[in-house]
């Protein structure tokens, strides 16, 4: 989705036409993975643990089910954030070689 709406940002910028739509869903997008860690985040409170040296393991990192490919994948701004709150990111997925 990410490369989707790029492309349809870039084509409305070049015909001139305002997409306040598109650029919503694109900041949406953007703020996810930390609404996500912020979830993984208050789970751990909840039991008296913090992010700080934790692994937490991530399931899959393919762009989509069943596949290798890493461009553009989620899981990567996901990572970002744990290693920016002081957690291990640990990973696993069959379609993606270490």
Same mark, same amino acid.
């Given at each position: 989705?990410?490369n989707?709406l790029? *492309?349809?940002?870039q ?5 001139g036409i305002d997409t306040p =739509?598109?650029d ?11 609404? =996500? ?10 039991l008296?643990?913090?992010?700080n040296?934790?692994e937490? =393991? *991530?399931i899959?990192?393919?762009?989509k089910?069943?596949s290798?490919?890493?461009?553009e ?6 990572i970002?954030?744990l290693i ?9 997925d069959?379609?993606?070689e270490?």
């Amino acid at each position: 989705m990410p490369n989707d709406l790029t *492309i349809l940002q870039q084509t409305g910028d070049k015909l001139g036409i305002d997409t306040p =739509l598109l650029d919503g869903t694109a900041k949406l997008l953007k703020q996810l993975p930390g609404v =996500l860690v912020d979830k993984v985040e208050q789970k751990l409170n909840n039991l008296d643990l913090t992010l700080n040296k934790i692994e937490v =393991l *991530i399931i899959g990192l393919g762009f989509k089910i069943g596949s290798h490919d890493l461009t553009e994948t989620p899981a990567r701004y996901v990572i970002s954030e744990l290693i920016d709150r002081g957690a291990i990111p640990i990973f696993f997925d069959s379609c993606v070689e270490k």
